[in-house]
Nanobody
Framework: VTLVESGGGLVQAGGSLRLSCAASGRTFIEYNMGWFRQAPGKEREFVATINWSGDRTNYAASVKGRFTISRDNTENTVHLQMNSLKPGDTAVYYC???????????????WGQGTQVTVSS
């Protein structure tokens, strides 16, 4: 599976961005998907997940109510709509296939290369 993220960039606080992740290689509809992020000097952290059919989502407390994860199984894509962005959201955002949590650790079957999101104050 190959994942390619896009949509990152520089935005002012309070602004919005929409990230996209295009998947190829195998049957996308079989996979649960997720978004994670890593800020400079910090560990990678969970942002949101969505199940294979798109009817179950889960969000980190820090983004709940501001971010929305969605997927289009006809286009093999997963999106992350980010509204009311804050400087603390600045990070590289990664798309992940089959994210799973073991205790405090998240793992995934495949990871994208990441897209940079920078929020200025």
């Amino acid at each position: 599976v190959t994942l390619v993220e896009s949509g990152g960039g520089l935005v002012q606080a309070g602004g919005s961005l929409r990230l996209s992740c295009a998947a190829s290689g195998r049957t996308f509809i079989e996979y649960n998907m997720g978004w994670f992020r890593q800020a400079p000097g910090k560990e990678r952290e969970f942002v949101a997940t969505i199940n294979w059919s798109g009817d179950r989502t889960n969000y980190a407390a820090s983004v709940k109510g501001r971010f929305t994860i969605s997927r289009d199984n006809t286009e093999n894509t997963v999106h992350l709509q980010m509204n009311s962005l804050k400087p603390g959201d600045t990070a590289v955002y990664y798309c992940v296939v089959e994210p799973r949590q073991y205790g405090s650790t998240w793992v995934g079957d495949y990871w994208g290369q990441g897209t940079q999101v920078t929020v200025s104050s």
